[in-house]
């Protein structure tokens, strides 16, 4: 009993008490009411094409609308190839489940400003945007009805579903990409391709993350505990990585 006491103590403050702080930072600041009256245009983050004309890939994430705001976040991929044009792909619930081009690639969503999580310029894009383009055909959920908000597959399911496949663009998916952890199938497991992060889960509901880009992690019911490794942080679930 008392073991039960302590895991139950650990969870309430590991992960529910910073949730319902962030909870509560979160209903205190100005939101749009609702869709039709959130911005949703550029946020002037990227040049224009022709003002940048090398070849890069951007992984974009920006917080949600609604009371999923304060714990949760959207994420999408852009690529551009020399001389080409922005292309962005994001995982949504409605229409066709992979979305191409229906923002700017650089859009505010439901208000919030996009952060930039991972970036590639120059003969290394080149190199690996056709890695990325097929990881994207290949994601297994991408057919209409792939779609399930929690705990996945989701949005950020999609876009972790690429950071695995192509780990050469060295980055993981904020904490509170809340999704990110399911794994296709349902696997209890899965490596990395240059075998540097292993992911553990249970349907997305629990799970661990371990290795150079992911650090230590300790995922339950889609928030995320760790510590960040690579850019020395802690993950607090409701705030993300606070750096150290």
């Known amino acids: 009993m008392k073991f039960l006491l302590r895991i139950v103590s650990v969870i309430l403050l590991v992960f529910v008490l910073p949730t319902l702080v962030s909870a509560g930072l979160w ?42 705001g304060a714990i949760a976040s959207h994420a999408w991929i852009v690529t551009k190839n020399e001389n080409g044009d922005y292309q962005r792909y994001d995982k949504v619930g409605w229409g066709s489940p992979i979305r191409r081009n229906h923002r700017a690639p650089d859009a505010f969503w439901y208000s919030n ?103 230590l992690e300790v995922n339950f019911l889609g928030l995320v505990a760790g510590v960040d490794l690579a850019r020395p942080g802690i993950k607090v679930p409701g705030f993300g990585t606070i750096g150290l």
């Open 113 to 215: 400003p996009p952060r930039l999580v991972a970036e590639v310029k120059g003969e290394e894009a080149k190199r690996l945007i056709p890695m990325v383009e097929a990881a994207i055909a290949g994601y297994a959920y991408g057919q209409p009805g792939g779609y399930r908000i929690y705990p996945g597959p989701n949005s950020n399911t999609f876009v972790a579903h690429v950071l695995r496949e192509v780990p050469e663009l060295g980055a993981v998916l904020p904490a509170d990409a809340v999704g990110r952890d399911y794994l296709a199938g349902g696997a209890f497991y899965h490596l990395d391709k240059d075998g540097r992060d292993l992911h553990l889960s249970l349907g997305g509901f629990a799970g661990l993350s371990v290795g150079v880009r992911s650090g």
């Open 27 to 68: 209903a205190t600041r100005d939101h749009p009411d609702g869709w039709s009256s959130a911005k949703w245009g550029s946020s002037g983050l990227l040049p224009s094409a022709e003002e940048s004309p090398e070849a890069a890939i951007y992984i974009f994430s920006a917080m949600t609308g609604g009371l999923k």
